[in-house]
């Protein structure tokens, strides 16, 4: 019974999981990856006051207009601090760039005019009027570099153990005058015991996200490359099914340059000389048939015609003159006839044996043993044990091997009784044909016989072999074990007792 094609839907979504769980992860580990860089990036000075500084010194042209009024607008610069200090954005000259301070990092920030008075602050009560009582001596050096109109955003910022101390020029757009200066105070970002909060969890919350998007990316591509891949699978499974069957004209069909493509050639050159070696091997089985048939003739019924054409000669001598003698050797002519009649239909019957796919083994032995002791007059008995149905080119095999043997001991033992027994065990079955006759040497006769031969030959071929046990007088024992492959699915039916089926 041959085995249904597979449709490869399990290694399909095998493949479609793996591209999705590897394009999933691979967006994490790049996301992940940014974001340390990027904390690397942010822990080092001078680059991130140089950001600050270059963003506040482009996005600040409001505080210029309230620090260039005649007196400084304060109302208005204590607006744009406090806006600045809860949002910590600011947007550039250029309109779609943004520089974003975490509000909670800035501790202080001062806003004076050109002649460095405070204006505005923060915390609202930290400086009061005086400059002085509210930084540090290095605070005041950054803010007059400010004021004298520094444009180098390194030499405006410093970094300190809990941050940095920066300080930036606030000019009018139009004409570039130093109008006064912002000085801020900045925390560092984040410590690197805090990096699993600040990035970790990010990404955390970002992870659903991305694995959707990944999750619905990786399974479309991945369905649709592996679909592709086993419909080229399915293609060479359905090559080999049909070789399998013997149908060698179908052929594995992928003109694709990669691996399946050459292993769908080499498959098609190895279906091309299986066929050939079937075709050679039906041929040399046909011949040995022939052979066989011709061996048969000449060694029985070709010598039983000759011999009955030796007795109908003698009665035509005898006749006229001793009708006796003539009688009797018509009488010898016709039992010699029969003789070969007898042995051109077992012939006969052994180029048509019984139908095995239809009766099974037991039957086929059963009905040809029962047409042998016809023929022969010699007693047979049949004992099976463990009767089940095997794969056909088992019990063709079997047969066969029975056959020669029944054949061998009809023509030479000499023996008045047969027993033929077939064993099915759980992994192999055994065949042993038995007889009482006179036996023989089988070292001596071994390579003499075509019919031994055959049966071990026959054996051979499906992995069994023939063992013949055989001494002058004392009969002879034929015993073929075939190997069977395991019951697919049930558990293994209990075996009978053994029964005889003749006797």
Excluded at 42 to 67: E, N
Excluded at 254 to 269: F, K, P, V, Y
């Amino acid at each position: 019974m041959p085995l249904p094609t597979p449709n490869f839907r399990r290694l399909q979504w095998k493949l479609t999981l793996s591209y999705t769980l590897v394009t999933t992860a691979a967006i994490l580990l790049i996301e992940l990856a940014a974001l340390v860089f990027a904390a690397i990036l942010m822990q080092r000075a001078p680059l991130l006051p140089t950001l600050i500084v270059s963003s506040l010194k482009s996005g600040a042209s409001p505080l210029a207009d309230a620090l260039a009024a005649q007196p400084p607008d304060q109302q208005r610069a204590e607006r744009w601090l406090a806006e600045f200090v809860r949002y910590g954005t600011l947007t550039t000259n250029h309109g779609s760039l943004k520089m974003h301070i975490d509000p909670a990092s800035i501790t202080q920030a001062v806003v004076v005019d050109a002649q460095a008075h405070v204006v505005a602050a923060y915390p609202p009560a930290a400086c009061g009027a005086s400059l002085a009582a509210c930084l540090p001596a290095e605070g005041e050096h950054l803010l007059a570099r400010a004021l004298a109109g520094e444009s180098t955003p390194d030499r405006l910022a410093e970094q300190t153990e809990h941050g940095f101390l920066m300080a930036v020029p606030i000019t009018q757009p139009t004409s570039g005058k130093v109008v006064g200066a912002l000085f801020l105070r900045v925390t560092l970002p984040f410590t690197w015991a805090q990096a699993p909060k600040v990035f970790l969890l990010p990404v955390a919350r970002s992870a659903l996200v991305i694995l959707l998007i990944a999750a619905v990316i990786g399974t479309v591509f991945g369905f649709l490359t592996a679909r592709s891949l086993t419909h080229r699978l399915k293609r060479l499974a359905t090559a080999a099914d049909a070789w399998s069957q013997g149908d060698f004209s179908v052929l594995a069909r992928d003109t694709s340059q990669d691996e399946i493509g050459d292993l769908a050639r080499r498959l098609n050159q190895m279906a091309s000389q299986l066929e050939n070696l079937l075709h050679t091997r039906q041929e040399l089985a046909a011949v040995e048939e022939r052979n066989r048939l011709a061996r048969e003739l000449h060694d029985a019924v070709k010598q039983q015609v000759f011999a009955a054409g030796m007795q109908i000669a003698a009665a035509r001598r005898h006749l006229p003159a001793h009708p006796e003698q003539a009688q009797q050797a018509l009488a010898q002519a016709q039992r010699l006839t029969q003789l070969a009649q007898q042995e051109l239909t077992a012939l006969i019957r052994e180029l048509r044996p019984a139908a095995l796919k239809d009766q099974g083994l037991a039957a086929a032995l059963r009905d040809a043993l029962h047409r042998w002791q016809e023929q022969t007059g010699i007693q047979a008995t049949l004992h099976l044990q463990g009767e089940r149905r095997l794969p056909l080119a088992v019990e063709q095999t079997l047969f066969r091997i029975a056959q020669e043997a029944l054949s061998n001991a009809a023509k030479h033992s000499q023996s008045t009784h047969v027993t033929l027994r077939v064993v099915w065990a759980a992994d192999h079955v055994t065949l042993i044909v038995e007889d009482n006759g006179q036996g023989f040497d089988p070292a001596r006769a071994r390579g003499r016989g075509l019919g031994l031969s055959s049966m071990a030959e026959r054996a051979a071929e499906l992995g069994g072999h023939v063992h013949i046990h055989s001494a002058p007088g004392q009969g002879t024992r034929i015993e073929a074990r075939l190997p069977l492959p395991p019951p697919a699915g049930a558990k293994s039916h209990p075996e009978p007792g053994d029964r005889s089926a003749l006797g």
